[in-house]
Nanobody, 117 residues
Framework: QVQLVESGGGLVQPGGSLRLSCTAS????????MGWYRQAPGKQRELVAAFNSGGSTTYADSVKGRFTISSDNAKNTVYLQMNSLKPEDTAVYYCNADRIGSRYEFWGQGTQVTVSS
């Protein structure tokens, strides 16, 4: 059964850092373009960072220079390193697996990130 499990969220002060992890099971990891999305209360879910099918990366303008997406393919895990966090980064962060060349995608359960002093 397909599962995407996020971890690493929590409460952090402005200017602090967190690293989110997403571990996938039930899929062939290399066949998916992995990414991170977030949704704040009252707002639409938005792309934060993602790998493209060719291995390049995409970042939201609001996080460029602060967030970095990376992966460990041997562990079927994708990470989101978040530095210089701001209160406006507060949201539920979701891991996404997009099947390359298809219409199929999977979502994790989400992990809460709260940036507050």
């Amino acid at each position: 059964q397909v599962q995407l499990v996020e971890s690493g969220g929590g409460l952090v002060q402005p200017g602090g850092s967190l690293r989110l992890s997403c571990t996938a099971s039930g899929i062939i990891f290399s066949r998916y373009a992995m990414g991170w999305y977030r949704q704040a209360p009252g707002k639409q879910r938005e792309l934060v960072a993602a790998f493209n099918s060719g291995g390049s990366t995409t970042y939201a303008d609001s996080v460029k220079g602060r967030f970095t997406i990376s992966s460990d393919n041997a562990k079927n895990t994708v990470y989101l390193q978040m530095n210089s966090l701001k209160p406006e980064d507060t949201a539920v962060y979701y891991c996404n697996a997009d099947r390359i060349g298809s219409r199929y995608e999977f979502w994790g359960q989400g992990t809460q990130v709260t940036v507050s002093s």
